[in-house]
């Protein structure tokens, strides 16, 4: 909602300085999968936008299916013209489950999936099943990406088929240990091809 003066919304006009947050999103890129090793944003290419143009930035996933079984989908980043994609992450990871017999419901913290100033590929979920009703779907939102003067931060929520019977629900978050300013993130699975699957990036003002 703009701010009104007089009758007239003047950040709808654009009277206020453009960089007042408003919260709307803008979709920047969309890619798809298809038996891919990985899906790449790099700013500044294929019309990807990711440095200070957004305050925040989210990718969200849709009907991510993994080539090989309970494969998990990972991301990591990078900065400049790096490609090593290894910033050191601390993270935190946990899990809400359920089966679709109504057993096992849990909630707790995963410390096979977080790191300690870690260089790996994050895991954004946990195993994803490989049937062909199989799926994951969810959202991971980075915040100022090219800040030279602090860490940056990521949330995600996913939720995915887990070996054919589960519900599980996965939160991580976390932040890459650098005040450079990051250019690229990169997708991929822990094990084999990302079968099928679409990742939009958009931008948030």
């Given at each position: 909602?703009?701010?009104?003066?007089?009758?007239?919304?003047?950040?709808?006009?654009?009277?206020?300085?453009?960089?007042?947050?408003?919260?709307?999103?803008?979709?920047?890129?969309?890619?798809?999968?298809?038996?891919s090793a990985t899906l790449d944003f790099l700013n500044g290419a294929s019309s990807v936008v990711f440095d200070?143009?957004?305050?925040?930035?989210?990718?969200?996933?849709?009907?991510?299916?993994?080539?090989?079984?309970?494969?998990?989908?990972?991301?990591?980043?990078?900065?400049?013209?790096?490609?090593?994609?290894?910033?050191?992450?601390?993270?935190?990871?946990?899990?809400?489950?359920?089966?679709?017999?109504?057993?096992?419901?849990?909630?707790?913290?995963?410390?096979?999936?977080?790191?300690?100033?870690?260089?790996?590929?994050?895991?954004?979920?946990?195993?994803?099943?490989?049937?062909?009703?199989?799926?994951?779907?969810?959202?991971?939102?980075?915040?100022?990406?090219?800040?030279?003067?602090?860490?940056?931060?990521?949330?995600?929520?996913?939720?995915?088929?887990?070996?054919?019977?589960?519900?599980?629900?996965?939160?991580?978050?976390?932040?890459?240990?650098?005040?450079?300013?990051?250019?690229?993130?990169?997708?991929?699975?822990?094990?084999?091809?990302?079968?099928?699957?679409?990742?939009?990036?958009?931008?948030?003002?």
């Amino acid at each position: 909602m703009g701010v009104i003066s007089n009758g007239t919304t003047l950040l709808d006009a654009g009277a206020l300085d453009s960089g007042i947050p408003t919260g709307a999103m803008t979709l920047i890129k969309t890619l798809t999968a298809s038996t891919s090793a990985t899906l790449d944003f790099l700013n500044g290419a294929s019309s990807v936008v990711f440095d200070d143009t957004y305050d925040a930035y989210v990718f969200k996933f849709y009907n991510i299916h993994p080539a090989t079984n309970t494969a998990k989908l990972t991301f990591q980043a990078d900065t400049g013209t790096n490609t090593n994609y290894n910033i050191a992450v601390t993270s935190t990871f946990f899990t809400s489950q359920h089966r679709e017999d109504g057993n096992n419901g849990a909630l707790g913290y995963e410390a096979s999936h977080d790191q300690a100033q870690g260089t790996a590929f994050q895991d954004i979920t946990n195993g994803i099943g490989n049937l062909n009703d199989e799926n994951m779907n969810g959202e991971l939102k980075i915040f100022s990406p090219s800040s030279g003067t602090f860490v940056k931060h990521f949330i995600s929520t996913v939720q995915s088929n887990y070996d054919t019977n589960w519900s599980m629900n996965s939160y991580m978050a976390g932040y890459f240990n650098t005040t450079t300013a990051l250019t690229r993130a990169q997708f991929k699975m822990s094990s084999g091809n990302i079968d099928s699957g679409i990742i939009k990036l958009y931008g948030i003002k």
